[in-house]
């Protein structure tokens, strides 16, 4: 079993920035990738970004690519994630989530945090 809290969501103007955290306390056997989601009112949930646990890979999704770093501290284990220049359309609740080694989907995910940009 692995646990999620998200934190580090809030209101912030258009143009502004927010780091969010994922924290994963206790073991945290046979993680492979952490990734972010993100879902909208009334819209599907998609892919932000991911990072391998061993830190090799990390891949974002292309609307966030040039506006965002995912990165680890592998002895916290805690998963940034570093938005900048953030739109009115980037405001939904974000989601971390975790893919365990050899697994082909993300079977644990937290609660989310908030992110809101205004206009």
């Known amino acids: 079993q692995v646990q999620l809290?998200?934190?580090?969501?809030?209101?912030?103007?258009?143009?502004?920035?927010?780091?969010?955290?994922?924290a994963a306390p206790g073991r945290t056997?046979?993680?492979?990738?952490?990734?972010?989601?993100?879902?909208a009112p009334e819209k599907e949930r998609e892919f932000v970004a991911s990072i391998s646990w061993n830190d090799a890979y990390t891949a974002s999704a292309?609307?966030?690519?040039?506006?965002?770093?995912?990165s680890k501290d592998n002895l916290k284990n805690t998963v940034f994630l570093q938005m900048n220049s953030l739109k009115?359309?980037?405001?939904?609740?974000?989601?971390?989530?975790?893919?365990?080694?050899?697994a082909q989907?993300?079977?644990?995910?937290?609660q989310g945090t908030?992110?809101?940009v205004s206009s």
């Open 5 to 22: 809290v998200e934190s580090g969501g809030g209101l912030v103007q258009a143009g502004g920035s927010l780091r969010l955290f994922c």
């Open 29 to 39: 056997p046979s993680i492979g990738y952490m990734g972010w989601f993100r879902q």
């Open 62 to 70: 292309p609307s966030m690519k040039s506006r965002s770093t995912i």
């Open 88 to 102: 009115p359309e980037d405001t939904a609740l974000y989601y971390c989530a975790a893919r365990l080694n050899g």
């Open 105 to 110: 989907i993300y079977a644990y995910w937290g």
């Open 114 to 116: 908030q992110v809101t």
